[in-house]
């Protein structure tokens, strides 16, 4: 089970960091990752970590502000979002999948498990 929260509404060029708890399972079995959906737009990747925590796999538009992390023996996730824009306007999601050590999770398809999401609102 995937715990979401952390989101809100923060200014253009503001910071929030995004939280995600892990239970059940031995999260040290899973990569994990986020995923965001805007209004009207298809759930698109945002971040990835390896379920060591070694390999982080970043989009784009999140490489140089966004910063994936995990500690608690991989049990919680973090996505520090800093430079906020307001096209990073979403629902923020995390996800997880049992891998292989070193192997990232980068689209929807191969997520196993979901949070409830969390969302995040910038102003202009």
């Known amino acids: 089970q995937l715990q979401a929260s952390g989101g809100g509404l923060v200014q253009e060029g503001g910071s929030l960091r995004l939280s995600c708890a892990a239970s059940g399972r031995p999260s040290g079995y899973y990569a994990m990752g986020w995923f965001r959906q805007a209004p009207g737009k298809e759930r698109e990747f945002v971040a990835a970590i390896s379920r060591g925590g070694k390999v982080r796999d970043y989009a784009d538009s999140a490489k140089g502000r966004f910063t994936i992390s995990r500690e608690n023996a991989g049990d919680t996730m973090y996505l520090q979002m800093n430079r906020l824009k307001p096209e990073d306007t979403a629902v923020y999601y995390c996800?997880?999948?049992?891998?292989?050590?070193?192997?990232?999770?980068?689209?929807?398809?191969?997520?196993?498990?979901w949070g409830q999401g969390t969302l995040v609102t910038v102003s202009s």
């Open positions: 996800a997880a999948t049992e891998t292989i050590s070193g192997e990232t999770i980068t689209t929807a398809t191969r997520v196993e498990f």
